[in-house]
């Protein structure tokens, strides 16, 4: 009995260490049935976080009073959008006539300093919980810069910021996109920064900061703090990517030791 | 060069090697994206009419990758074995499918012809055959490797105990390590992937693995798995490096895109050589492939990403490795959409590694947007394990909370074990018995004392307190 208090407590020393599935026990030469659905039960949120339909329109009323426009990449559906990465960076006929006409009608909003891009990606379900209080604290960092109407995008990859940012003739996009889900965490959103924006930008010519999401991820307002010296400091030097680094202290790490004692 | 067929009724034209090739492809979502997959189901099968009947000698003469701008194309050339090559020499692709299927076609008869195979005509001969034939010829190779513990015996599956931390804590590291012991895992390599990649971060890690393996005494190698040049500045401090790990692709420019090139892998292998730290043999070599990576560097000249991974293994096997994995279903579905690409996937690149003489392995994996789920692993490691593959990647519950994927676990171990009566590497086996964990039949016990128990008998580790 003693002995088995002993291991008890060894284990939860063990498991407080780490956020991986140890020590889960076993039945016969495999996993207990509990260990099983609680895998299944994170596979299939983080499933359902890819799969889930993204309400562009009713994020682009949430995001009032901001002006915004919503469009769809060349991607036309889910699938397609798994499978062809390159539709997801392209904007449809639909989507580009829709933000030239806007131009037209008001060529003001054309050449603007900052354009702010929401895409689903592969976290609907993250950018429809998130994108609204994470946009707002980006706008609270411009300082004066002046911004284009938000274009909210369905089906899109990072590079389909690009592709919005050259209609509209920003000097600056940002791409707020909803990460790949992982088992722990589906609603993470990540942030993309292009200076000059134009069609075949390579990723290294982009900033990035990844992992804004409650669960010891970085908050909105810590993310948008790092974006916003990013986008002074490469509005300064008039570069994006690897050789533009956070002026700012480091990063904070994306994972704390709390989660571990979550679950 | 024009290739036709007149196959049943219908004619079909080919404009190049590499277009017959990437159409007698299976279907798969990467030759799609790249523009290179039949354009229908009939098509396929008749490049595949075609490709049976090209001569072996034809990939002896048409270079799919040019050998004067690319260094891999000149490895393979370069290093073709003429007199390995003598006995296939008069056959066609359908010819060697024949060949290899013929019961004399044995380990002795397949190894001899080993290097007078280039990756491009394993990969032929892959897409003429079904998942069965793949698994039939591979379980006939046998390929032994050796550093503190020997791999790839007959009835054996190594496992490679992945316990990779989100943020590298040393504590939760020694936690999984622990928890996979005792399942039995890790014959193959202890190996972290490290959350950061740098060379204090990595050098600290290393010598926690190396403490741990030593103070238990297990008779296996540990790895972190940083890049090359990591590894030789490691090396350079003193550090103790078992296995120099790399990813590797199959043409110059993808490998340039991983930042490496054969002059810096010789340099490593020579580096990691000098070390002289194995005990049963000197492979210290690890290399990473998966389908789609020239693809995704945009690297992969217009032919199809199988292909493309088989260079791959002509690069790995340049360098006498202990262990090779591909890394099926990790790169995402824009090159394996669902359960059915990857399994057929990893069943060619286990194929193709193992008859190029390769201790070929395999990471069975999926990310969550793929169209896959560990029902699809359940049955890649069952088939995997029947094909003789030389080890599998295993990770806490199935969840690697670094990378954001899922693996077979260390429980999916103990299960195949018990189901299929493949056993670990016999000096992992034996540590494994003296520890108490080993049933007669070679299963994995369960501890009857707990974790506790296990970690008084490996008195001294800083596990317990």
Known sequence: MTDAIADRALWARLRAATPARIALGRVGHTLPLEAVLAFQLDHARARDAVHAPFDAEALAADLAPLPTIVVDSAAGDRAAYLRRPDLGRRLSDNGAARLAQAIAADPALGGRDVAIVVGDGLSATGVQAGAVTLVRALVAQLHGLSLAPVVVARGARVALGDAIGAVLSARMVIMVIGERPGLSVADSLGIYMTHDPRIGRADSERNCISNVHARGGLSPDAAAAVLGRLLRESLRRGLSGVDLKDPGEALPPPFLEQDALDD | ?465
């Open chain 2, 1 to 465: 060069m024009l290739y036709h067929s007149n196959f049943a009724g219908e004619r079909h034209r080919f404009d190049t090697l590499a277009a017959v090739m990437a159409c007698a492809t299976p279907a798969r979502s990467g030759d799609a994206l790249a523009g290179l997959a039949a354009h229908s189901a009939a098509q396929r099968v008749a490049a595949r009419s075609v490709l049976a009947d090209l001569p072996l000698r034809q990939f002896l003469d048409v270079a799919l990758v040019p050998y004067e701008t690319d260094e891999v194309t000149r490895l393979i050339v370069d290093t073709h074995d003429a007199a390995a090559f003598a006995p296939l020499a008069a056959m066609t692709v359908g010819d060697l499918r024949d060949w290899l299927l013929l019961p004399q076609t044995d380990a002795v008869a397949l190894a001899q012809v080993a290097h007078g195979l280039t990756p491009e005509m394993v990969a032929a001969v892959s897409k003429l055959m079904r998942n069965q034939d793949l698994i039939a010829v591979a379980q006939k190779v046998r390929v032994v490797t050796a550093f503190r513990n020997t791999i790839g015996l007959a009835g054996r599956v190594s496992t490679r105990l992945q316990p990779n931390h989100p943020a590298d804590d040393p504590r939760g590291i020694a936690a999984a390590v622990l928890d996979g012991l005792i399942c039995g895992v890790g014959d193959a390599v202890i190996g972290i992937n490290p959350a950061t990649d740098s060379v204090p971060g990595a050098f600290s890690l290393l010598t926690m693995l190396d403490d741990l393996r030593e103070r238990y005494a297990i008779p296996t190698q540990t790895c972190v798995l940083t890049h090359v040049t990591n590894a030789l500045e490691i090396i350079a401090r003193g550090g103790p490096v078992d296995l120099v790990f790399q990813s590797v692709a199959g043409s110059q420019a993808a490998n340039r895109g991983f930042g490496i090139d054969l002059a810096l892998l010789r340099e490593a292998h020579d580096a990691a050589l000098s070390l002289n730290r194995g005990s049963v043999g000197h492979n210290v070599m690890y290399f990473e492939t998966g389908q789609g990576a020239a693809l995704s560097a945009n690297a992969h000249h217009g032919i199809d990403q199988q292909t493309m991974e088989a260079r791959a293994y002509g690069v790995a096997r340049a360098f006498d490795p202990l262990l090779v994995n591909t890394v099926v279903g990790f790169i995402g579905p824009e090159y394996l959409y669902d359960g059915k690409e990857i399994i057929r996937a990893a069943l060619e690149d286990h194929f193709c590694g193992k008859l190029l003489g390769l201790p070929m392995g395999c990471d069975a994996c999926y990310t969550n947007h793929a169209e896959a789920d560990q029902d699809d692993m359940d049955t890649l490691m069952t088939v995997l394990t029947v094909a003789g593959c030389t080890f599998l990647i295993c990770v806490p519950g199935n969840d690697d909370v670094m990378l954001s994927y899922q693996s077979l676990s260390y429980h999916d171990a103990m299960a195949l074990r018990a189901m299929t009566g493949v056993r670990a590497a016999p000096e992992f086996e034996a540590w494994l018995a003296k520890m108490d964990l080993l049933a007669p039949d070679g299963s994995i016990r369960a501890l009857g004392d707990g974790a506790a128990g296990l970690v008084h008998r490996l008195t001294g580790t800083g596990l317990a307190a």
